[in-house]
């Protein structure tokens, strides 16, 4: 994909401005996740550069950008998985960046990182209960779990006992967000779930990232195929360069023609 031109960089919506990054007065909604001035750096080299971004509870919210844009660096230091991170990242209120990583999944949120990373020689199922591992004294529960996410893909129902390492890129894809899925997350986040998928699995994935929201799962998804990203999210945060310079309603971006033009090639 083309880097966006750079007039998407003059549409930069102002920190403070209407979208919610005023600090939120006395009574008034809180986001369940709370991003402010976020600044990420690898060996010296800053990629993020001062990000605002929210998720409220029970929403459905897309990050688009073009290859290099920051996307997963973003899911990465929400995972606490940089340790060159400044600014706040307040998630119920408690800043994860002063959380050390493994904290992180106990908090109640689940990272299905680009590229799926199944365990080959395990089989789906064992896959499966890997994602539950932090709630392991609950068994009950979990098997409750285990048996929603095996409705949620039947696919994988069917193929429980195979070799994860044997199953086809759509179905590894299921599996990794299956996992995700047996820790009972409170926010999902998901890398480029879309990538290397033929036409017709991307369709399978948009119904069943539909399905997850609608049972409750509150999710972050990064995309770089917007026309994805912009169908599933009711709102959206453009990412170029590392800075967010555009965010809105997906139906609004979709309509927008510096959208069209920079990331929908229409
Ligand atoms: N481990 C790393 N060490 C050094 N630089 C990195 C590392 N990972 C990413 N970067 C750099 O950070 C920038 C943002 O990378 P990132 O992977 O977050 O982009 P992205 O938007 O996810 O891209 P893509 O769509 O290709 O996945 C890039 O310039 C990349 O080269
Ligand atoms: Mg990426």
Known sequence: MSAAPSRLKQAHTPSGGSEGHAVPSVGAAVSLLDIRNLCAAYDGAEVLHGVNLQVDEGSFVAVIGANTAGKSTLLRSISGLLPRTKGQILFRGENLLELPAHQIPQRGIAHVPEGRHVFPAMTVEENLWLGGY?????????????????????????RRRQLAGTLSGGEQQMVAIGRALMGKPGLL?????????????????????????????????????????LSVASHAFVLQGGEVVLQGASSTLLGDSRIREAYLGI
């Open 189 to 229: 986040l998901l890398d480029e779930p879309s990538h290397g998928l033929a036409p017709k699995v991307v369709q399978e994935l948009h119904d069943a990232l539909v399905a997850i929201h609608r049972s409750g799962v509150t999710t972050l998804l990064v995309e770089q195929n917007t026309k994805l990203a």
């Open 134 to 158: 932090h709630r392991r004294s609950q068994m009950s529960d979990l098997r409750h779990t285990m048996a929603q996410v095996l409705t949620q893909f039947p696919r994988l129902a069917e």
